[in-house]
């Protein structure tokens, strides 16, 4: 009887962790962009899909906040030059995205 109790209640406990996560995985996003004056939720989370899908491909993805601002602005137009060099695959509006995207959150 105990038995049957604890192995319902892991069940429910397996399924109520798994069923939360998609949701805490947006709330972190929202958490960590520390100024966000007229982007949407979505706008951002459309732009870090962007990032996500053109930045991965050669190395690790980096956090925002491991670069500053200036950084950033240095780094995202190389990189793309790189992407770019048979043929635009990022093109200038994409490129500003992601550069947005990592400069909300970047380093101070
Ligand atoms: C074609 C492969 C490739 C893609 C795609 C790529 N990178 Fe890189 N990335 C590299 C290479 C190679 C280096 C190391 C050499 C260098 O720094 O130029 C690097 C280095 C970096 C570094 C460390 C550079 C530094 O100066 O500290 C960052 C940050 C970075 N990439 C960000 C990005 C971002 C953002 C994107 C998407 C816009 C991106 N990468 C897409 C190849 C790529």
Redesign the pocket.
């Given at each position: 009887m105990k038995k049957t109790l604890l192995i319902s209640l892991t069940v429910i406990l397996a399924v109520a962790c798994h069923t939360t996560k998609p949701t805490k995985t947006v709330a972190t996003t929202v958490e960590t962009v520390k100024d966000v004056p007229s982007d949407s939720l979505a706008e951002v989370n459309r732009k870090k899909n962007l990032?996500e899908q053109?930045?991965m491909?050669?190395?690790d993805l980096?956090k925002p906040s491991s670069?500053t601002e200036r950084e950033w602005r240095k780094?995202?137009p190389?990189?793309?030059a790189?992407?770019n060099k048979n043929g635009i695959v990022?093109d200038a509006k994409v490129e500003e995205d992601?550069l947005s995207y990592?400069i909300l959150n970047c380093k101070n």
């Open positions: 990032y053109h930045c491909s050669c190395h980096a670069e780094i995202v190389n990189m793309v790189m992407i990022v992601i990592l």
